[in-house]
């Protein structure tokens, strides 16, 4: 079965600071991930997704994530972070067979608080 | 995501009536699925639609029924609401091409209190 987890709930960084919001995840065969971020009242908003190639993908607003197979993680990294990070942060799967395509599965979310 | 509207934004009800939330795209999508958020739950997939004639439970369809009626509309009801009901509601889009591997677009949310 499918799986993501994302350990923190809450990850605090004074701004400035780089930031890592973490994620592992379990699929069979290979993995498809992304991050998604939240705003207060408002809907997900895609950042970056990770299919093939160069582990280190880069996304929107300055953040990037590492693709480690071996460790079966996908962490979000910023190196300087924003009052305007703050936001709640989902990482998301879904399998590459094809009887998997079609649907995400989706982390618990971690809250990210920067302050000035 | 402006494309993606839902209605209503707010919904106080009562336990045991009926309740119907909508969703419309304008992304041309074919692909429209419904999640529910709970706190330290995430996202949890309700129910999804790959086009109008195809229809899916996801995790939790339980109480939950869905209406396919065009490719841009994909309704949510409640038939009976109960309080554990309570959550916040989001509808989302994909296009069926492979090469968008699923990057979802979400609508702003139906916040659903059931007392």
């Known amino acids: 079965a499918q799986s993501v987890a994302q350990p923190e709930d809450q990850v605090n960084v004074a701004e400035g600071n780089p930031l890592t919001v973490k994620c592992t995840y379990s699929v069979s065969g290979n993995p498809y991930l992304f991050w998604y971020v939240q705003y207060p009242n408002r809907g997900l908003q895609f950042l970056l997704k990770?299919?093939?190639?160069?582990?280190l993908v880069k996304g929107s607003y300055g953040f990037e994530a590492e693709f480690n197979k071996s460790q079966t993680s996908f962490h979000l990294k910023k190196p300087s972070a924003l009052v305007s990070d703050s936001a709640l942060y989902f990482c998301?799967?879904?399998?590459?067979?094809?009887?998997?395509?079609?649907?995400?599965?989706f982390g618990q979310g971690t809250e990210l608080s920067v302050k000035p | 995501d402006a494309d993606v509207t839902q209605t209503p934004r707010n919904r106080i009800t009562k336990t045991g009536k009926r309740i119907m939330l909508e969703c419309s795209q304008t992304?041309?999508?074919?692909?429209m699925y419904w999640y529910r958020q709970d706190p330290g739950l995430g996202l949890r997939l309700i129910y999804y639609?790959?086009?109008?004639?195809?229809?899916n439970k996801g995790e939790i369809s339980d109480g939950y029924s869905v209406s396919r009626q065009a490719q841009a509309k994909f309704s949510l009801s409640l038939e009976s609401a109960i309080p554990n009901q309570t959550a916040l509601y989001f509808c989302?889009?994909?296009?069926?091409?492979?090469?968008?591997?699923?990057?979802?677009?979400f609508g702003p949310g139906t916040r659903l209190t059931v007392l």
């Open positions: 998301a799967v879904r399998g590459a067979l094809w009887n998997q395509g079609g649907k995400l599965i």
């Open positions: 989302a889009t994909s296009d069926d091409r492979e090469i968008s591997y699923n990057e979802q677009f």
């Open positions: 990770y299919i093939t190639g160069d582990n």
């Open positions: 639609s790959f086009d109008v004639k195809d229809i």
């Open positions: 992304k041309g999508h074919d692909r």
